[in-house]
C-alpha cells in the first residue's frame, strides 16, 4: 500500500511539474504579444460547466458497492486515463463523475467481472490552479469548490504594488488561447486548472 501510495504521489508532482512549465512558457508568449482578446468576468463566468468535468490531477474515490478491491481512491493520469484493477485503462478526460461511474460499471459488467454493478464516484482533491506574475508567492495551488480570483490571489500571498488589479491574464484547458477577462463586474469564477497571470500596472 505504501508503495501504491508513493507512486501516485510520484505521479501526481510530475502531472504539476508538467503543468506549470506549460503554463509559465504559454503566458511567457502571450506577455509580449499584447494581441490577447479581452472579455469580461460575467462572460467567462457563463462559460463554466454546470457540473465538473474531470481531468489529469484530480483524486476521487471509486466506490463499487459490495466490491471492497475494486473501491479505492484513484488518480487521473497525465493523460486523463483512469487505471483500475481488472478493467484497466478508462479515458476519463472529460468526463462528468456521473458518465465516468457509468463507463466503470459497463467494463466490469462486459468484463463479466460484476453482474450487476453499481458504482458512484466522489471528487476528493482537484487538479493545481496556477498563479504568476504581479503576486508575492507565484506557483502552483489547490482548488477549491466555488473558488474566485481573489481567493486564488490570497493564496499566492497577494497582489504586489505593481499588480495591475483591473484585469488578469487567464488560460483555461478548454481554450486555445490565453485571454485578458476585465474585473469591475462579478467575482471572477476559477476553475480547476487554470493559469492565472497577474500583470504589471503601468498606471
Same mark, same amino acid.
Given at each position: *500500500?505504501a508503495k501504491v ?14 503543468? !506549470? ?9 502571450c ?11 460575467? &462572460?467567462?463566468?457563463?462559460?463554466l460547466?454546470g ?5 489529469p490531477g ?5 466506490i463499487? !458497492?459490495?466490491e471492497?478491491n475494486l473501491?479505492?481512491?484513484y488518480?487521473?493520469g ?5 487505471? *483500475?484493477?481488472l478493467?484497466?485503462s478508462? =479515458?476519463?478526460k ?7 461511474a457509468d ?6 459488467? &462486459?468484463?463479466?467481472y ?5 458504482v458512484?464516484? &466522489?471528487?476528493l482533491?482537484y487538479?493545481?490552479?496556477?498563479v504568476?506574475?504581479e503576486?508575492?508567492k507565484?506557483?502552483e495551488?489547490?482548488? =477549491?469548490a466555488? *473558488?474566485?480570483?481573489?481567493?486564488a ?10 499588480a =495591475?488589479t483591473k484585469s488578469?491574464v487567464l ?10 477577462v ?19 500596472s !503601468?498606471f
Amino acid at each position: *500500500m505504501a508503495k501504491v501510495r508513493a507512486e501516485a504521489y510520484l505521479v501526481s508532482r510530475a502531472i504539476y511539474a508538467a503543468a !506549470f512549465i506549460a503554463a509559465v512558457a504559454n503566458l511567457g508568449a502571450c506577455a509580449g504579444t499584447g494581441g490577447l482578446q479581452t472579455v469580461g468576468a460575467a &462572460e467567462i463566468n457563463r462559460e463554466l460547466p454546470g457540473s465538473y468535468r474531470v481531468g489529469p490531477g484530480d483524486k476521487m474515490k471509486v466506490i463499487v !458497492f459490495g466490491e471492497p478491491n475494486l473501491t479505492g481512491d484513484y488518480l487521473i493520469g497525465m493523460s486523463g486515463d483512469l487505471a *483500475m484493477p481488472l478493467i484497466g485503462s478508462i =479515458d476519463a478526460k472529460n468526463m462528468r463523475s456521473s458518465e465516468l461511474a457509468d463507463a466503470i460499471s459497463a467494463k466490469l459488467k &462486459e468484463g463479466g467481472y460484476v453482474l450487476s454493478p453499481r458504482v458512484s464516484i &466522489e471528487i476528493l482533491s482537484y487538479r493545481q490552479i496556477y498563479v504568476l506574475g504581479e503576486v508575492n508567492k507565484p506557483g502552483e495551488y489547490s482548488h =477549491d469548490a466555488g *473558488m474566485t480570483l481573489e481567493q486564488a490571489v490570497a493564496k499566492a500571498g497577494g497582489y504586489t504594488r505593481r499588480a =495591475d488589479t483591473k484585469s488578469v491574464v487567464l488560460k483555461r484547458n478548454s481554450w486555445t488561447a490565453s485571454q485578458r477577462v476585465r474585473l469591475n463586474g462579478p467575482a471572477l469564477q476559477i476553475a480547476p486548472g487554470d493559469t492565472i497571470r497577474v500583470t504589471e500596472s !503601468f498606471f
